[in-house]
């Protein structure tokens, strides 16, 4: 089992920043790949941002690409997500995900039902 923690969120203005942390505990060997999604309700929960544990390679939803960056911190075992000039369309809540299997395939890394551990969220509300 890997134990997921996210913090960070807040609300902000428009332009602001935020870096999230997801703190991991537990077996995190077992984690190949880590990702973020976000939700908001009514929606089906988004991917936003995903690294291959392996080699570092990084992956991003188009509309937050050059305003968000993934990485980890290995000896913290916590993965981040800095989020830079924030936009009202970036508010949700943002969840971190652990996979244990991990593929550089779009349609694998974007889908929640390939990541088996989730934290419980961190709320992010950018205001206008």
């Known amino acids: 089992q890997v134990q997921l923690v996210e913090s960070g969120g807040g609300l902000v203005q428009a332009g602001d920043s935020l870096r999230l942390s997801c703190a991991a505990s537990?077996?995190?060997?077992?984690?190949?790949?880590w990702g973020w999604f976000r939700q908001t309700p009514g929606k089906e929960r988004e991917f936003v941002a995903a690294m291959s544990w392996s080699d570092a390679d990084t992956y991003y939803v188009d509309s937050v690409k050059g305003r968000f960056t993934i990485s980890r911190d290995n000896a913290k075992n916590t993965v981040y997500l800095q989020m830079n000039s924030l936009k009202p369309e970036d508010t949700a809540v943002y969840y971190c995900a652990a996979a244990r299997v991990f593929t550089a395939r779009e349609n694998y890394y974007t889908s929640p039902e390939k990541y088996t551990y989730w934290g419980q969220g961190t709320q992010v509300t950018v205001s206008s």
């Open positions: 537990g077996r995190t060997f077992s984690a190949a790949g």
